[in-house]
Protein backbone atom coordinates (compact mmCIF):
# COMPACT_ATOMS: atom_id res chain seq x y z
CA UNK A 1 0.00 0.00 0.00
CA UNK A 2 2.99 2.50 -0.27
CA UNK A 3 3.80 3.82 -3.79
CA UNK A 4 6.43 6.05 -4.72
CA UNK A 5 6.41 8.18 -7.74
CA UNK A 6 8.85 9.94 -9.75
CA UNK A 7 8.21 13.06 -12.14
CA UNK A 8 9.75 15.98 -13.50
CA UNK A 9 12.24 14.25 -15.82
CA UNK A 10 12.65 15.47 -19.66
CA UNK A 11 14.79 16.93 -21.94
CA UNK A 12 16.88 20.04 -21.30
CA UNK A 13 20.17 21.09 -23.31
CA UNK A 14 23.54 21.30 -21.60
CA UNK A 15 23.64 23.91 -19.38
CA UNK A 16 20.15 24.04 -18.07
CA UNK A 17 18.26 22.92 -14.97
CA UNK A 18 15.46 20.62 -14.31
CA UNK A 19 13.81 19.73 -11.18
CA UNK A 20 12.63 16.00 -10.26
CA UNK A 21 10.10 14.64 -7.51
CA UNK A 22 9.69 12.32 -5.86
CA UNK A 23 6.11 11.57 -3.69
CA UNK A 24 5.40 8.48 -1.39
CA UNK A 25 1.84 7.92 -0.57
CA UNK A 26 -0.54 5.15 1.06
CA UNK A 27 0.10 3.96 4.11
CA UNK A 28 3.29 5.93 5.37
CA UNK A 29 3.70 6.72 8.48
CA UNK A 30 7.26 8.18 8.76
CA UNK A 31 9.85 8.36 5.50
CA UNK A 32 12.95 7.73 7.07
CA UNK A 33 15.55 8.21 4.10
CA UNK A 34 15.29 8.98 0.32
CA UNK A 35 17.78 8.54 -1.80
CA UNK A 36 17.91 9.48 -5.47
CA UNK A 37 20.02 6.79 -8.49
CA UNK A 38 20.56 6.98 -12.18
CA UNK A 39 21.00 4.37 -14.78
CA UNK A 40 22.59 4.66 -18.25
CA UNK A 41 22.66 2.43 -21.04
CA UNK A 42 25.11 0.12 -20.41
CA UNK A 43 26.28 1.53 -17.29
CA UNK A 44 25.75 0.34 -13.71
CA UNK A 45 23.34 1.87 -11.63
CA UNK A 46 24.80 4.73 -9.61
CA UNK A 47 23.92 6.60 -6.19
CA UNK A 48 23.46 10.38 -6.88
CA UNK A 49 22.06 11.93 -3.52
CA UNK A 50 20.11 11.17 -0.51
CA UNK A 51 18.64 12.77 2.59
CA UNK A 52 17.46 11.96 6.14
CA UNK A 53 18.89 14.84 8.51
CA UNK A 54 21.20 15.70 6.46
CA UNK A 55 21.88 15.25 2.50
CA UNK A 56 24.66 13.66 0.77
CA UNK A 57 25.83 13.94 -2.64
CA UNK A 58 27.77 12.01 -5.11
CA UNK A 59 30.85 14.14 -6.19
CA UNK A 60 29.95 13.97 -9.98
CA UNK A 61 26.82 15.80 -8.84
CA UNK A 62 28.02 18.08 -5.80
CA UNK A 63 27.78 21.37 -6.00
CA UNK A 64 25.32 21.27 -9.08
CA UNK A 65 22.24 19.09 -7.23
CA UNK A 66 20.92 19.90 -4.81
CA UNK A 67 18.49 17.57 -2.89
CA UNK A 68 15.79 18.56 -0.26
CA UNK A 69 12.27 18.05 1.91
CA UNK A 70 9.47 19.60 0.68
CA UNK A 71 6.89 21.27 3.03
CA UNK A 72 5.60 17.67 3.10
CA UNK A 73 7.47 15.38 4.32
CA UNK A 74 5.91 12.94 1.84
CA UNK A 75 8.18 13.92 -0.37
CA UNK A 76 11.74 15.30 -1.83
CA UNK A 77 13.37 17.53 -4.81
CA UNK A 78 16.31 17.16 -6.53
CA UNK A 79 17.06 20.06 -7.81
CA UNK A 80 19.47 19.65 -10.96
CA UNK A 81 21.55 22.64 -12.25
CA UNK A 82 24.14 23.37 -14.92
CA UNK A 83 23.38 19.65 -16.40
CA UNK A 84 25.60 17.90 -18.15
CA UNK A 85 24.99 15.28 -20.95
CA UNK A 86 26.60 12.89 -18.70
CA UNK A 87 23.93 13.24 -16.90
CA UNK A 88 21.64 11.60 -19.34
CA UNK A 89 19.83 8.57 -17.74
CA UNK A 90 16.91 7.19 -16.01
CA UNK A 91 16.15 8.66 -12.28
CA UNK A 92 15.33 6.24 -9.78
CA UNK A 93 13.99 7.22 -6.36
CA UNK A 94 14.27 4.77 -3.32
CA UNK A 95 12.69 5.51 0.40
CA UNK A 96 13.28 3.80 4.06
CA UNK A 97 9.37 4.02 4.84
CA UNK A 98 7.44 3.61 8.25
CA UNK A 99 4.30 2.24 7.84
CA UNK A 100 3.24 2.33 11.76
CA UNK A 101 3.99 3.56 14.76
CA UNK A 102 7.96 1.50 15.24
CA UNK A 103 11.34 1.84 14.41
CA UNK A 104 11.30 -1.11 11.77
CA UNK A 105 10.81 0.53 8.02
CA UNK A 106 10.63 -1.09 4.37
CA UNK A 107 12.36 0.11 1.26
CA UNK A 108 10.80 0.96 -2.03
CA UNK A 109 11.45 2.10 -4.95
CA UNK A 110 9.71 4.40 -7.79
CA UNK A 111 9.37 3.12 -11.36
CA UNK A 112 11.79 5.91 -12.42
CA UNK A 113 12.05 9.39 -14.89
CA UNK A 114 13.64 9.90 -17.72
CA UNK A 115 16.50 12.72 -18.19
CA UNK A 116 17.58 13.07 -21.55
CA UNK A 117 20.75 16.04 -21.43
CA UNK A 118 21.78 17.01 -25.36
CA UNK A 119 24.69 19.30 -26.54
Known amino acids: QVQLVESGGGQVQAGGSLRLSCVASGSVFHVATMTWYRQSPGKQREFVASISGEPKYASSVRGRFTISWASAKNTVYLQMNNLKPEDTGVYYC???????????????WGQGTQVTVFS
Open 94 to 108: NADIAQAAMPTTENF
